[in-house]
């Protein structure tokens, strides 16, 4: 009788304790959830607008049948300053922002959710995963983050490859669509994405994470410089975007099939119709030059920012 009295006080301290306890982790957990959105839309918003330029211009060559070369790239930029300003190599941006700051937000904190689930799955932290996990949490992130967007980055192309009389704005592109087009329409071109996401965003995570692991082993330093992250974030979207590379040429050209004179077709069709009239080599990769000028820029500012405001976000919550 005695001990069970005892034992009433001590069982409910406990409880407490437990539920307490799991109030607080909680707690941190939807902190890591907020602060990995938050530094993953700033990295996005960053990165893309230091590009968008060249992004605008490689999108013009995919979706054409224009041979591609750095003398024609040059000049494209050129007369589009000239002949519609300087702003108007940022057209298009907009659009991109609102796809890309979603997009990268969702990308980078679906990648700490999938490092942390697949982590306690094998046993290990996240940051430590072993390779095929590696790969499997950087493609799982991609693909979560391009079927959650992928109508905005259709909107982005379109805006980027049409006269500014046609779409005057994001919610214009939207209504001409669903009206002219059809709803269905804004997922065109949706297959390929996913296709290319998947080793773009597995190779691009990976190939970062093992070179900040590989350097925490090397160096004996816990955390890489600025510069550094840079170098790997740069490598990364060297590997992730030459190996998608011609998935995205199809998809630009299925998502632009309405407005630049190419009919609709399967994502096999499109293919056979590029390396019909352009070849294999100098169609489905045309304009990959200028991606391997952009693409690690990109990359590295995006890995590095996420990663910086991660630490700042960290220091100032403890």
């Not at 490092?115 to 979560?144: C, D, H, N, V």
Request: aromatic share 12%; charged share 20%.
């Amino acid at each position: 009788m005695g001990n069970g009295v005892k034992e009433g006080p001590v069982r409910l301290h406990e409880d407490a304790e437990a539920v307490l306890s799991s109030s607080v982790s909680s707690k941190r957990d939807h902190r890591q959830v907020l602060s990995s959105l938050l530094s993953g839309a700033l990295a996005g918003a960053l990165a893309k607008t230091a590009v968008a330029p060249l992004d605008r211009t490689k999108i013009i060559f995919q979706v054409s049948s224009k041979r591609f070369s750095a003398k024609e790239a040059f000049r494209v930029l050129y007369y589009t300053y000239l002949n519609e300003g300087f702003l108007s190599l940022w057209r298009g941006n907009s659009a991109t922002m609102v796809r890309v700051v979603p997009y990268a937000a969702i990308q980078f904190s679906a990648h700490e959710e999938y490092k942390r689930i697949l982590g306690s799955y094998y046993g290990f932290r996240g940051e430590a995963l072993p390779p095929w996990p590696r790969l499997f949490a950087g493609a799982l992130a991609g693909t979560t983050a391009a079927s959650l967007t992928y109508p905005l980055d259709l909107v982005r192309a379109r805006m980027a490859v049409t006269p500014k009389e046609m779409y005057s704005n994001i919610f214009h592109v939207f209504i001409r669509i669903s009206r002219e087009e059809g709803l269905k329409t804004l997922y065109h071109g949706f297959m390929p994405t996913v296709l290319g996401v998947i080793p773009y965003a597995g190779l691009s995570f990976f190939t970062y994470e093992t070179l900040k692991s590989l350097h925490r082993e090397y160096s004996g330093r816990r955390q890489p410089y600025p510069f550094e992250r840079m170098i790997f974030g740069a490598c990364a979207g060297l590997i992730g975007q030459s190996a998608s590379y011609p998935l995205d040429v199809v998809r630009r050209r299925m998502q632009t099939a309405g407005v630049t004179g190419y009919p609709r077709a399967s994502i096999a069709c499109t293919l056979r119709t590029i390396v019909r009239e352009e070849g294999a080599v100098r169609g489905l990769y045309k304009g990959l030059s200028m991606n391997w000028v952009k693409g690690p820029i990109a990359v590295g500012i995006s890995f590095t920012t996420f990663d910086l405001m991660q630490i700042l976000l960290r220091h100032l919550q403890s």
